[in-house]
């Protein structure tokens, strides 16, 4: 059973950058894609950006490419988010979920999910 533990989720304003944090259980990283994913008040939980632990390929959504970086530190079995010039819309409550090899933008497609972490961004 894979565990998964956000943090670093807080307000932020418009322009500003925030770093969330997934803590993930130490069989998650060398067989495990790894993605981030967000649902704001009264819509669909969406992908916002993954990786493959062991080949490091990243994937992103649209709306966040180039200004969110997701990476990760075998070290510390850590998966980061780096979210640059935040923009309103990205207010959410941001989960990390992983699910076996493959990333995919679908969240129906991963087994294990963190309890999310809140991040605001104000105008």
């Known amino acids: 059973q894979v565990q998964l533990v956000e943090s670093g989720g807080g307000l932020a304003q418009a322009g500003g950058s925030l770093r969330l944090s997934c803590a993930a259980s130490e069989r998650t990283s060398s067989s495990y894609a790894m993605g981030w994913f967000r649902q704001a008040p009264g819509k669909e939980r969406e992908f916002v950006a993954g990786l493959t632990w062991s080949g490091g390929i990243t994937y992103y959504a649209d709306s966040v490419k180039g200004r969110f970086t997701i990476s990760r530190d075998n070290a510390k079995n850590t998966v980061y988010l780096q979210m640059n010039s935040l923009k309103p819309e990205d207010t959410a409550v941001y989960y990390c979920?992983?699910?076996?090899?493959?990333?995919?933008?679908?969240?129906?497609?991963?087994?294990?999910w963190g309890q999310g972490t809140q991040v605001t961004v104000s105008s």
């Open positions: 979920a992983a699910r076996p090899y493959k990333v995919t933008l679908s969240r129906h497609d991963y087994e294990y």
